[in-house]
């Protein structure tokens, strides 16, 4: 799995020039893509999941690019993406919430409805699939997020912010899923925070106003680190001098 981010430009309307012809590449395995607030990560992950179109450039995943409705639906099918909001969808409990996403990647209703439940035992809801939506906690509803992912087998899952907003315990509850899967399928993860980045991710990109100011792997993301930083602070240390300039 190789996902590609070939020459992006993306603008807003209002809000000006986020990326500027930015050409990227993620390979196999667990990248965190790290950020300052309004630094990009949103916006790229957008275009990598074709949620938003670039003005110039491209994506492609393993080759290939969603430049037709036939390609798009196929590349799509091989993209599971999380966005910062999990909303449940009314009237719909668990599975058949995740069983819809399914459909709505191309699965008929008969395979997203039997992949359903094993996506939820996967992030640990099979027991509560007979639940709506609304009835589920800050933690568990993006654990729903990432069943939907998984129902139609990606390849590669974007998720943006995903432990933004939760506690302590579930934040942690949300990296052990992390870990448990990324074995089975990539994972691209947005974040500005850099707890437990050396045990999860294998690889780290630090992106800011647009700029990819490091890529790399966790090793030599942490040797930039200062040489006075303290032993259990390498990835906060080494993640303050790539945004304040001094790496």
């Known amino acids: 799995m190789t996902l590609e981010i070939s020459r992006c430009t993306f603008a807003y309307r209002r809000g000006g020039t986020v990326l500027n012809r930015l050409s990227l590449t993620f390979d196999s395995g667990c990248t965190v893509l790290l950020g300052p607030n309004g630094a990009g990560k949103s916006t790229l992950l957008g275009i990598a999941a074709t949620a938003l179109a670039p003005q110039k450039g491209q994506v492609s995943l393993g080759g290939l690019t969603p430049d037709s409705s036939a390609h798009a639906k196929a590349y799509r099918r091989r993209v599971g993406w999380l966005p910062q909001q999990v909303r449940p969808v009314a009237g719909l409990k668990l599975r058949e919430q995740v069983a819809y996403a399914g459909w709505l990647k191309g699965m008929s209703r008969r395979a997203a409805w039997d992949a ?121 240390a080494a993640y303050a001098g790539f945004v304040r300039g001094e790496v």
């Open 116 to 236: 359903a439940g094993p996506a939820l035992d996967r992030v640990g809801l099979g027991e509560l699939s007979g639940r709506t939506g609304r009835q589920l906690s800050g933690g568990q509803l993006r654990r729903l997020g990432i069943a939907q992912t998984l129902v139609h087998q990606a390849e590669v899952v974007l998720l943006d912010e995903p432990t933004a907003g939760l506690d302590p315990h579930q934040r942690g509850v949300f990296r052990d899923l992390i870990g448990d899967l990324a074995h089975e399928t990539s994972f691209v993860v947005s974040t500005h925070q850099t707890e437990d980045l050396a045990e999860i991710f294998d690889s780290v990109v630090v992106l800011d106003r647009g700029n990819v100011r490091f890529q790399g792997s966790v090793p030599e993301f942490l040797g930039t680190a200062p040489a006075d930083a303290a032993p259990g602070r390498l990835a906060e």
